[in-house]
């Protein structure tokens, strides 16, 4: 398994079942979270809500306006009249309620419609936005299917219950109060009668409900089961094949499948049969009420106020009373499960960002036959880049003279004072224009012209164990005082110093590591699997921190190098090629955005790619979709070789570019990759041995420690463990 | 269809007929309530006589009392019966899957079985209970209502007529207009789904890259895209639903208005008025449904028609009538076979005139770049696939005269994607042979260069295996598919590149003991390094379908251009890993 997977194996921490609709920690919080995202209209929401009271209300409303209309009728028809002048303005009335009613009840979708849909567009994009900054530590310890359900289940669930819930609820609890107070308006006795059945109706659901939720569990699990069977099933069917296993494989299949039924028929029928028992048991208040309120309209003496309109709208109002109760119960467990959904995704928006304090970019430049660098004319491809770095960012450029064995000495102006020599401050120039060197004790010896001419460039600054150290430079400087910022060349120097890495902590990767690589040199890591390959790799473009120890780049801390930049100085070709959703050119041209055709296309010919491409259905205008599943692994390498060509990195990463390709068809890649190491400081992972023959420095590490460096013959004369693994004595695993 | 379907629900039959004839008894008895009303109304109040009201009123206690045991009653037959049809249908499917040939298989591609057998009969399941249920009761509720009206006053009935049309309408552009768009927003999401996807799949390349920019460019318009058509399908909807209600409104209102112009011109009894209301209310309700219930109904063919699609699907492989075998031998014969994956005009051949004979207890190697057709070779032997042209001969006999498991019980394959189950070592080793004894278990382990991590395990041969053998290395879990085939004891032993997670010192100990243990055993493996090969008694080389050498590792060092080819790519250096 590749390194990167990361420190959890499946079935780690984070491979069991996700917690998919539990309750939110803490429910106001996320709520008024949410809720801001729909409030940032807030004349809108607020013409929302009022639309929704107003709309239960009037239903409440348009229900009692039928009190008239059979009362009047009522009497009329018990004075004999054949005809009720009031019988149209009354049944216009009514329909103006309902009229009204339905009008705000589309004002009210509509709005929440719009601000449910715009609110969760905002939040998907800061999402997404959260996830292109989050370190890929976080993806390690999260799976793609658990950030795509961010996405999907949970974004979906806040939509809804943004768009319906919300409103829903208040609506049903308008409702709720509305209907109670009429009914207790029109008969407090009747009402005691329906309490009683509310109770009734209340029972079932917390019952039935129990029942449903506790049989569910069961049916869910079961489920799993069956599904997870189906899955290994078919995809294992040809080993079931190959063994004859046929007839077990359908007696396993069907015992899961029978215990499923089983469980599932059990926890239907709670939750199906919870609707007809519990309204069909209201018809059972109905008739109660129905008996008691037609006494009660016949008694008029004792209750003059209670007709036979009353009685009429009274029993409407006892079937719709449940409703609402139903419509809460509901509702309520869809906004929960939404804002516990809502709660995963604040989650991961308030994570912590990749960390990034570099203030070191990368620029293009010019520059000129004697070395110096100016400022980029703009005028077509840069053909040099540049470190800017700022004077005040805390790395200090000095000069230095390099002895013997690469020692570095600090150079410094001085002045003559009482015959004693005394150092000037950097950019304070002396006055009789002389130099010293400053020993390690702080000594100062003066140094010839001579030794001024050939006087080189460092980075000093102080490394992790606080002593202040010295980074030769090697390549042009810029060094104009007075100006802002200094320059020096990008040339891909990398070197990784005494480096401490884990990702877990307590479970050290990588132990005091320490590689050095000069421009242009070919660097080979050899190692078992889980032995740090692939880490020290990780390292150097910041993917991870590191705990101990020091990275440069060009004589740079990387970690004071702006991420950004610092990725657009390297390329890499990792054993996992991606491809993404566009044409083979789209592809190429992901190395480098503002690469011409042509230049894509001689990319793909350095990377040995063009060939292949040419033959293709339609070119470099051939569509890839899912990955680029309709290519073949080796093709899939070569182009994502030639997206490296084409990014022209000074340093390029080839992490097993080519393991899972015979050898036969790698000879054809290996071409692409030398021309794609040429001139460039390169860090290679290989899976064969023959690969990394050639490199300058070869780097066997087991255990996350270095066993063993050098060159080929170096090793092979040492006789260590290179030359066991060589020669095949010894068995990588 | 609908016969089609019944045949499914065997062993659910007394739920499928008890369901709607319980849902109609629940429906009628709940019909019976506003005509008991009326009557409570007419001879009741309005006549001042108590006694008819008691009288209605149990009467409605004892019918709602009837409709709550019956919906209950329904509810469960209905939940029955659509899980026993969702189980059978799972069970048809299933049964059938294990009977498919590899090519049937390859046809369909797991994925897709997978979601014939998940969520196609899940939607079934659910349709089928919304049949059961709403349809039915639907259906009852509008064939009462319209005759109860008609019989109390057909004139009322004539708003109906009415308020139909335009609900219709409202109706027929909400599915015409409504959910085509409700697709699109679906699509939508699609693709916003996919950005995230391939945005997750290849972080490393989007981070190392530093297009996060870009990225968020694709995003944005995918996010954008499913807004603005999730708006279109969710406005127009929205607006739809004012309509319907001020359809069922206006019904009410007229009922009301025209009914109490009857009742006041004794046309009809005061306490009809509501029971009419009522009874017009759930014709138009009814129809709703009826509506909604089509709907589901023809979305949920697809699935329907997916699933049939599987259980109708006829193995291309299968027994061969033979009866009197060969003994085994290890005798394996390839008469100028052609194979294409594809069966039919389209497609190339990827075997073109094969002829090779591997005698009993020979070791042969097949060696070969990638796509050259060494695994459709060895396939075509247990009979996986079946050639397209020529003949394959296990100990003499055709493959196509064996019956299936008599000829597969003659092999032991280790396929290229290994695959073990979630169970125990042991559940799985004995895969190969269930009435394996203890001993021979170990010694195939031995063989297998298995045993040694095995025992490392804390409960050794009992140690459970999760789905996909995740929780063993790569080269363990080939160590262990190989001693899987050997428990077999087959005469035919068939390893497809299934050595490449093991290191070459395994391996070559491995192959050690398969030349002391396994004598009689005929072995042809596939494999990419030389050393693998370099021992066999013969080295098969196809290049590009065809057999372009054969010859031992001396013999093809001299004669084969490719075989050379290969030995030199692999040289300098050896292998380092595999």
């Given amino acids: 398994m590749a390194e990167h997977k990361g420190p959890h194996g499946p079935g780690g921490p984070h491979g069991g079942p996700r917690g998919g609709y539990g309750k939110p920690k803490d429910l106001r919080r996320t709520m008024l979270r949410t809720v801001k995202y729909i409030a940032n209209r807030p004349v809108l929401l607020i013409a929302a809500l009022v639309s929704v009271v107003a709309s239960a209300l009037l239903g409440v409303a348009a229900t009692y306006l039928q009190k008239p209309i059979i009362d009047g009728i009522t009497s009329a028809w018990a004075a004999g009249q054949a005809q009720w002048p009031e019988l149209a303005a009354c049944c216009l009335r009514l329909m103006a309620a309902y009229v009204l009613a339905s009008v705000c009840s589309y004002v009210q979708s509509n709005l929440m419609a719009q601000l449910a849909q715009k609110g969760c567009n905002r939040m998907r994009k800061e999402l997404f936005d959260k996830l292109q900054e989050l370190p890929l530590s976080y993806f390690d310890a999260h799976t793609h299917g658990e950030l795509m359900s961010r996405f999907t289940n949970d974004a979906d669930n806040v939509q809804m219950a943004l768009e319906q819930s919300v409103v829903q609820l208040i609506s049903s609890a308008v409702t709720f109060v509305g209907v109670v107070a009429m009914m207790i308006t029109l008969s407090p006795l009747l009402f005691l009668a329906s309490v009683v059945m509310l109770g009734a109706v209340m029972a079932v659901f917390t019952v039935f409900g129990k029942r449903s939720r506790r049989y569910f569990s069961k049916q869910q699990a079961a489920l799993g089961a069956v599904n997870g069977n189906i899955q290994e099933m078919i995809e294992g069917m040809k080993v079931v094949k190959a063994f004859n296993h046929e007839e077990q494989a359908k007696a396993r299949f069907q015992a899961l499948n029978e215990e499923y039924r089983s469980a599932a028929s059990q926890a239907g029928f709670y939750s199906s049969a919870i609707m007809p028992v519990a309204s069909n048991l209201t018809y059972i208040g109905y008739a109660v009420t129905a008996v008691l309120g037609a006494a009660l309209a016949m008694s008029a003496g004792v209750n003059v106020g209670f007709t036979l309109g009353s009685l009429v709208t009274y029993l409407k109002y006892n079937q719709q009373v449940t409703q609402p109760i139903n419509q809460i119960s509901m509702q309520m467990n869809s906004l929960l499960s939404a804002m516990a959904g809502a709660e995963r995704i604040f989650a991961v928006m308030d994570t912590d960002p990749e960390v990034d304090r570099g203030q070191v970019t990368l620029v293009p430049v010019e520059k ?119 320059y020096t060349e990008l040339r891909g120097a990398v070197r990784l110093s005494h480096v401490d890495f884990s990702y877990v902590e307590g479970k050290p990767v990588l132990k005091d590591m320490s590689v050095y690589a000069d421009p242009g040199q070919k660097i080979a890591f050899v190692g078992s699997t889980g032995a740090g390959k692939t880490t020290v790799t990780n390292l150097i473009n910041r993917f991870y921190e590191i705990q101990g120890g020091l990275i440069t780049c060009d004589g740079i801390d990387v970690r004071d190098i702006e991420k950004d930049s610092l990725r657009l100085s390297q390329g890499a070709v990792l054993q996992d090629t991606h491809l993404f959703t566009g044409t083979v050119m789209d592809n190429i041209r992901y190395g480098r955005l503002d690469a011409t055709d042509e230049e894509c296309v001689s990319a793909a010919k350095t990377a040995n790619a063009d060939g292949f491409i040419r033959r293709l259905p339609e070119g470099y205008q051939t569509m890839l979709t899912g990955d680029g599943a309709n290519l073949s692994q080796g093709q899939r390498q070569l182009l994502s070789i030639a997206r490296a060509a084409v990014k022209d990195p000074p340093i390029m990463v080839l992490d097993e570019a080519t393991s899972s390709i015979d050898t036969r068809t790698e000879r054809h890649i290996q071409q692409g990759m030398d021309a794609l190491m040429e001139g460039r400081t390169v860090f290679v992972i290989a899976h064969r041995l023959s690969t990394v023959r050639n490199a300058d420095c070869i780097v066997v590490i087991e255990h996350g420690e270095i066993m063993e460096k050098g060159s080929h013959a170096q090793l092979m004369e040492e006789q260590g463990r290179y030359y066991q693994l060589y020669t095949g004595q010894f068995e990588l695993d | 269809m609908l016969k089609r379907i019944a045949s499914y629900l065997k062993g659910y039959e007394r739920y499928v007929i008890g369901s709607p004839i319980l849902v109609i008894v629940e429906t009628v008895c709940q019909m019976i309530i506003p005509l008991l009303m009326a009557r409570i109304i007419n001879e009741g109040i309005l006549k001042e006589n108590m006694a008819p009201i008691w009288q209605a009123g149990a009467l409605m206690v004892v019918v709602a009392l009837a409709a709550t045991i019956t919906g209950g009653l329904a509810a469960k037959c209905a939940t029955n019966a659509a899980q026993g049809l969702g189980a059978n249908l799972r069970r048809a499917e299933f049964e059938r899957v294990a009977s498919f040939s590899f090519a049937d298989i390859d046809k369909f591609s797991s994925s897709s079985l997978i979601t014939r057998m998940t969520n196609d009969v899940t939607n079934i399941q659910n349709t089928s209970m919304i049949c059961l249920r709403i349809l039915i009761r639907a259906v009852t509720m509008l ?116 009914g109490g112009q009857m009742v006041l011109g004794l046309e009809m009894d005061l306490g009809y008025l509501q029971t009419v209301l009522d009874y017009i209310m759930q014709i138009l309700m009814s129809i709703m449904m009826v509506g909604m219930a089509i709907l589901q109904l023809t979305r949920s063919q697809a699935s329907l028609r997916r699933v049939f699609e599987v259980i109708d699907t006829q193995p291309s492989v299968t027994d061969g009538d033979e009866r009197s075998l060969p003994a085994p031998q290890g005798r394996v014969e390839f008469k100028d076979v052609s194979f294409r994956y594809q069966t039919g005009g389209a497609g190339e051949d990827v075997l073109k005139n094969i002829s090779l004979t591997v005698e009993p207890g020979q070791f042969v190697a097949i060696v070969g770049g990638t796509g050259t057709g060494k695994s459709s070779l060895v396939n075509l032997i247990p009979r996986f696939y079946d050639v397209h042209k020529g003949q394959v001969l296990v100990d003499g006999l055709d493959v196509r005269d064996y019956p299936l498991d008599a000829l597969r019980g003659r092999i032991g394959m280790v396929l290229q994607n290994n695959v073990l189950f979630s169970g125990t070592i042991r559940e799985n080793l004995l895969w190969g042979n269930e009435n ?23 409960e050794g041969f009992d140690t459970y295996l999760e789905q996909g053998g995740v929780n063993v290395s790569g080269g363990q879990k080939q160590r262990l598919c190989i001693t899987r085939a050997m428990v077999r004891k087959p005469a035919v032993l068939i390893l497809d590149d299934s050595t490449s997670a093991v290191d070459s010192a395994t391996e070559g100990k491995i192959r050690e003991s398969f030349r002391e243990n396994l004598k009689g055993t005929t072995v042809i493996i596939i494999a990419q390094r030389i050393s693998s090969v370099q021992y066999a008694d013969k080295i098969v080389v196809l290049d590009e379908g065809t057999v372009a050498d054969v010859g031992t590792h001396d013999e093809l060092m001299e004669s084969s251009k490719i075989y050379r080819e290969i030995y030199d790519s692999q040289q300098e250096g050896g292998d380092g890993n595999g």
């Fill in chain 2, 436 to 458: 394996a004894t203890e001993e021979e278990l170990i010694q195939a382990a031995k063989d297998a260069q298995a045993y040694d991590f095995i025992m490392s395990f804390p």
């Fill in chain 1, 368 to 486: 000129d036959a004697n070395g110096s660098l100016s400022k980029f004319s703009g005028q077509g491809r840069p053909k040099s880049w540049a470190w800017k770095v700022p004077r005040n960012c805390g790395l200090i450029l000095a000069p230095v003279l390099v002895g013997a064995d690469e020692a570095i000495a600090e150079l410094g102006q001085a002045d003559e004072e009482n015959g004693a020599l005394k150092l000037l401050p950097p950019g304070v120039e002396s006055k009789t224009g002389l130099w010293v060197r400053i020993g390690p004790d702080g000594a100062l010896t003066p140094v010839t012209a001579g030794e001024m001419a050939s006087h080189r460039w460092a980075w000093k600054y102080p490394g992790p164990d606080g002593a202040m150290g010295y980074h030769l430079i090697r390549g042009a400087v810029r060094n104009v005082p007075g100006e802002e910022f200094c």
């Fill in chain 2, 143 to 258: 064939i009462a209502s319209v005759v109860l009206t008609l019989s109390i006053n057909p004139r009322l009935a004539l708003v109906v007529l009415v308020i139909l049309p335009i609900m219709a309408v409202a109706l027929l552009i909400l599915m015409k207009i409504c959910f085509p768009l409700f697709e699109k927003m679906q699509k939508a999401l699609d693709h916003l789904n996919e950005q995230v996807q391939e945005n997750l799949i290849a972080v490393r390349v989007v981070k190392s890259y530093v297009r996060e920019d870009r990225e968020r460019e694709k995003f944005i318009d995918a996010n954008d895209g499913f807004t603005a058509a999730g708006l279109r399908a969710v406005l127009r909807m929205v607006a739809i639903q004012p309509v319907m209600m001020i359809c069922m409104s206006a019904a009410t209102v007229l009922v009301l208005y025209f």
